[in-house]
Nanobody
Framework: QVQLVESGGGLVQPGGSLTLSCTIS????????MGWYRQAPGKERELVAT???????KYADGVQGRFTISRDNGMDTMYLQMNSLKPEDTAVYFC??????????WGQGTQVTVSS
């Protein structure tokens, strides 16, 4: 069974930084697209960033220039480096992996709270 395990969430002050990690069981090479999504209280889940196995990356407008998505194939891990965090970035962050077969998998989520 595929498992995606997120870590790295926590409480940070506005302007601070956090790095989220998502480690996937099995080989990361099975997955064509991996991404980070977030869901704030009372809001729908939204896309934050995606990274394709061939390298291209996409970001939501609100995080462009502040967040960086990357993947370490040797570690079967995806990262989200978040800088200049704002209170509106507060949400549960989920990692997502979409296999070449079309199957899609989600992590359990990690809470990020930006507050002074």
């Amino acid at each position: 069974q595929v498992q995606l395990v997120e870590s790295g969430g926590g409480l940070v002050q506005p302007g601070g930084s956090l790095t989220l990690s998502c480690t996937i069981s099995g080989s990361i090479f099975r997955y064509n697209v991996m991404g980070w999504y977030r869901q704030a209280p009372g809001k729908e889940r939204e896309l934050v960033a995606t990274i394709f196995s061939t390298g291209p990356k996409k970001y939501a407008d609100g995080v462009q220039g502040r967040f960086t998505i990357s993947r370490d194939n040797g570690m079967d891990t995806m990262y989200l480096q978040m800088n200049s965090l704002k209170p509106e970035d507060t949400a549960v962050y989920f990692c997502n992996a979409r296999a070449f077969s079309g199957s899609e998998f989600w992590g359990q989520g990690t809470q990020v709270t930006v507050s002074s």
